[in-house]
């Protein structure tokens, strides 16, 4: 089913490359962001939840449905954990479309073990798709921001990278997703310090929605509050031009909640100290006042 193009074209003229685009929370926000106006590559690689090639290219289905609704979109099957593809991901962007303002990184696959059970295998691919996925297709995105910002100052950029609770928080049997998620939150920061000089904001969104990423989990996928539809609206909000300013946050997005998240905080200061007997005393102290980490329930 397609739903007609909004006219409120919050994102029109605007040129936004989504990752993991085939399936899921991805394919939503391709969707989304072409109905708000955007020319917007579809990349999908096509695999399993494990990351394994699986002969599919679900990127084709979601390009032709945002076509056959009026919007404009082109599909990409590049691997973003590839410096090489992510590269070449920005540039097809450009090529196409003539720009890329809009980069969703989203792309990502699972590989669940608790620690001494987990491999090596297991550990890098999650990192791999997740970390270095991120970074690649944002290091291209933003040399291509750095040049466009001396010609055409007035443009503006935006990212919006995928982390998770489980990255945020922590959570049994995920040390490399958590790990990789975590990474991506505090790489995020760092993007919005480095980018806002070229025009850029940067955030983060850690989405909840009925998946196959969650399917696992339990839950009815045909629950309303579970809808991708959700983190979507952010998403959209995010690359249109209501997020002027917004940079370097993290927003918590599902249809039970919505939130933005408050990082790690310095605590209560105390005097430090090299003696181990004083160091204990202060430490308890501190331990006993200290506000406990939130969890994965919030
Ligand atoms: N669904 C949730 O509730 C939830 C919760 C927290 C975080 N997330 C995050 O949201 C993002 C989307 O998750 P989803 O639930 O839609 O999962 P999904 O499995 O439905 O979609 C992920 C897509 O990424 C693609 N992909 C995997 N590796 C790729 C690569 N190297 N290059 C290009 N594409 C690749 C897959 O083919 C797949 O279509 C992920 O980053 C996930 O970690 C999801």
Not at 178 to 201: D, P, Q
Request: proline share 4%; aromatic share 4%.
């Amino acid at each position: 089913m397609t739903t007609p193009l909004s006219t409120d074209g919050a994102c029109f003229g605007r040129v936004a490359v989504v990752t993991g685009a085939g399936r899921g929370l991805g394919a939503e926000y391709a969707r989304r962001l072409a109905r708000a106006g955007a020319a917007v590559v579809v990349n999908d690689l096509g695999v399993g939840l494990d990351g394994e090639a699986d002969g599919t290219t679900p990127a084709d289905e979601v390009v032709a449905e945002i076509r056959a609704a009026g919007g404009q979109a082109v599909a990409s099957g590049h691997d973003v954990s590839s410096w090489k593809e992510a590269e070449q991901l920005v540039e097809l962007a450009v090529d196409t479309f003539g720009d890329l303002d809009i980069l969703v990184n989203n792309a990502g696959v699972l590989r669940d073990r608790t620690i001494t059970r987990m491999t090596e295998a297991e550990w890098d691919s999650v990192i791999r798709v997740h970390l270095k996925g991120t970074f690649a297709t944002t290091h291209h995105a933003a040399n291509h921001w750095r040049e466009r910002h001396a010609k055409h100052p007035e443009r503006v950029g935006r990212l919006i990278n995928t982390t998770s609770v489980s990255g945020l928080f922590g959570n049994v049997g995920q040390a490399n997703y958590s790990a990789a998620k975590a990474g991506i939150a505090a790489m995020t920061i760092v993007a919005s310090l480095e980018l806002g000089r070229y025009g850029v904001t940067a955030n983060c969104v850690s989405p909840g929605a009925a998946t196959r990423m969650t399917a696992t989990l339990g839950g009815d996928p045909d629950d309303p509050t579970r809808s991708p539809g959700f983190p979507a609206a952010v998403v959209e909000w995010l690359a249109s031009r209501h997020s002027d300013g917004v940079t370097g946050r993290v927003f918590l997005t599902s249809g039970k909640r919505l939130s933005v998240a408050e990082g790690w905080e310095h605590g209560t200061p105390a005097r430090p100290s090299e003696d181990l007997t004083e160091l204990d005393a202060t430490l308890r102290d501190l331990l006993a006042t200290a506000r406990p980490n939130a969890d994965m329930r919030g």
